[in-house]
């Protein structure tokens, strides 16, 4: 439901006086408001409603809504986007409310806001973070000029299961990777200055655990031990507070029988307890009020008990504490104090925004005009497009094309506009992203293309709301594909997902191509071998026959507004691919979760039958954690190791052996051989990218300090025990040369 406002500003005055004092610092305006306030009135604050067509979840009951706006009973809204609509709520409340508190106004600006970028998870596997930090500040700059202060981003969540639709939004399987992303996204998004109307606030989501749903499934129950969460989980978030993450996100999921919304542990023990935490935490979509179906609450007004206890601030769409917490705290259960902390959090980052200067800063609507899809936007988007490409075969160098070929392009998505604007997709619009066809045509003018479809991928809309329908029956196109592949050198297959077969609500129990498309891939290449599949897809996918079969696969994900454009400049050899692989690939579904920073068991898998392993599947993934090819090759010689009294020193030598200029992200893992607790057989510890002309070597050094080698406990204390590490460096997390150094630091 969209709201009219028209009929509450003809009827409302349009005093817009403040009572806030202007003098006064921050602190003192915020002490000088709560004491105006009334306890109705500081509740309503703690309240977020959805009142735009975006909705993001099931819609709570519209009636009083209106009323609660005009009497300020409202802190923020969610889904209401551009510049003169946020305007019009904003005067609505500015000049109805006894208070003249304004409005935040929040969006899921994921990877992009009108210029899509590519979803997080295709864009991790850049490990370029600089690009990562102009991506988020582009997507800043778009949606605050729509009017827009807040985005629910960037999830941190780490994720070691494909099935798990919501991989999508993350940075993959590794904690310290998925921190230094969470770091630049965070910067990028946020900038320097809140106040800086080209800026907009961050969320750290979703806290915490979602990640590791039981089998993937979203909004499932996650058992995890407290060391796993300390090691695994956290880390991402406690970097998201050191790099001034404005606000926080609860998960939906219970972690061991708490959900994570009521966990006081979590939030107050943890985050706003010794990691000092002074942000807002938002309820994700009526998690509050789920408490109920949990079985922990009994009943909406208990939910909103248990989640104010634990920590959460806001309530978004769940009408529980605007309901409830006025008469929990004349009854005696809720001390108001636990009210003024949350509104205190609230109203400290709307002065940091600078709304109670001028509410109406970010809502101009010439600028909003002049910004979005300004082509310096889309410039970076192409950009960074081509370095999230990862190629991940190339037998026979089969790529890049030369100009003088017969090129067939085949596949559901070779001509789709809509699946490279990928889910989450903010207000990018349906059909808008350069195809993959046009990408082509455009980089080869004088070849000539043939095009088949082969095969429909889905039936009917494919919408946020709406369950993806694959078909699975009709190969009427087949032919019309075979016979492209009979006449052309080199075949295109372009395959994978739709664009919200990923993302939220979309866990599959089969990763493999969907519907008919791998019997597309066979017939094809039946009568031509020569294929290069392109694939699009939200996830990792398990992809045996084709990893076997097929001489050159490239993983371009959801690449954004400028997808065909940026596959074809790495097809034309215009960019060397570079990117390298966030999350593992797996050999059957079978095998998930399946990520490298595994422990090892007392019984590792050596071939015996007596060991770990599966019977039908090798233990390893398809293609690892950290792999990516590219047109030239490099060679990373053994790694030195100096240990002094404060750091290990790791020096190593990298020289690209082919032929052609490229990059290569050198990664850095140690190993701690014996400890008090069972450790990673490996660790991500450091990485640098490095750009080399063919023949060219660069000795590349990484500076280890205590903390490098240092764990978790399961009380979450840091600890570094002296001893035995194993040093790696190579191109991916399976090709490392190693060094064994004691350390005692």
Known sequence: ????????????????????????????????LLAQ???????????????????????????????RFVRGEVGSVLNVVGAEET??????????????????????????????????????????????????????????????HWTFAPMVDIGRDARWGRVMEGAGEDPYLGALIADARIRGFQGDDLSDMYTIAACAKHFAGYGMVESGKDYNTVVIGPYDLHNYILPPFKQSVKSGAATFMNAFNDIDGTPATASTYLVRDLLKGPWGYEGLMVSDWNSVGELVNHGVAADKKDAARL????????????????TSLEELVKEGVIEEALIDDAVRRILKLKFDLGLFDDPYKYSNVAREKETLLHPDHLAAARDVARKSIVLL???????????????????????????????????????????????????????????????????????????????????????????????????????????HLSGEARSRSDIGLPGLQLELLKAVHAVNKNIVLVLMNGRPLTLPWEAENIPSILETWHLGSQAGHAIADVIRGDYNPSGKLTMSFPRSVGQLPIYYNYRNTGRPESGDIFKQHHMDVE???????????????????????????????????????????????????????????????LELKGFQQISLQ?????????????????FYSASGELIFEPGEFEIGVGNSSAELKKVNVSINL
């Open 87 to 148: 305007y019009k709520m904003q005067k609505l409340v500015m000049d109805s409310s006894r208070l003249k508190i304004p409005l935040i106004f929040s969006y899921d600006v994921i990877h992009g806001y009108k210029t899509m970028f590519p979803i997080p998870l295709g864009e991790s596997a850049s490990w370029d973070l600089e690009a990562m930090k102009l991506s988020a500040k582009i997507a800043a700059k778009e949606a605050a000029a729509a009017g827009l």
């Open 37 to 67: 306030m009334t306890l109705q009135e500081k509740i309503g604050q703690m309240n977020q409603y959805s009142a735009g067509p975006h909705i993001t979840g099931p819609a709570g009951p519209q009636d009083g809504r209106f009323k």
């Open 393 to 499: 075969k190339n037998e026979g160098n089969v790529l890049p094309l030369s100009d003088n070929k017969k090129i067939g392009i085949i596949g559901p998505l070779a001509k789709d506009k809509n699946a490279p604007i990928g889910n989450w997709r903010a207000q990018g619009e349906a059909n808008s992203a350069v195809s993959f066809f046009e990408g082509m045509a455009a980089a080869f003018p004088d070849a000539t293309i043939n095009y088949a479809e082969g095969c429909k991928l889905s039936i009917g809309e494919n919408q946020f709301h709406i369950p993806v329908k694959i078909e699975t029956n009709d190969r009427s196109g087949f032919a019309a594909a075979v016979e492209v592949a009979r006449k052309s050198d080199v075949v295109f297959m372009v395959l994978g997902e739709p664009a």
């Open 307 to 322: 989640a104010l206890t634990a920590g959460t601030d806001m309530d978004m769409e769940g009408d529980a504490y605007i």
């Open 619 to 681: 233990r390893t993934p398809l293609y690892p954690f950290g792999f990516g090819l590219s047109y030239t090759s490099f060679a990373i010689g053994a790694p030195a190791a100096t240990v002094s009294e404060s750091e290990v020193l790791v020096q190593v030598t990298v020289t690209n052996t082919g032929k052609v200029v490229g990059k290569e992200t050198v990664q850095l893992y140690i190993r701690d051989l014996v400890a008090s607790v069972a450790r990673p057989v």
């Open 694 to 710: 063919p023949g060219e070597s660069k000795q590349v050094t990484f500076n280890l300090s205590k903390e490098s080698f240092s």
């Open 1 to 32: 439901m969209k709201f009219s406002f028209l009929p509450f500003l003809l009827l409302i005055g349009f005093s817009c006086t403040s009572p806030v004092p202007q003098s006064a610092d921050v602190n003192q305006k915020i002490d000088s």
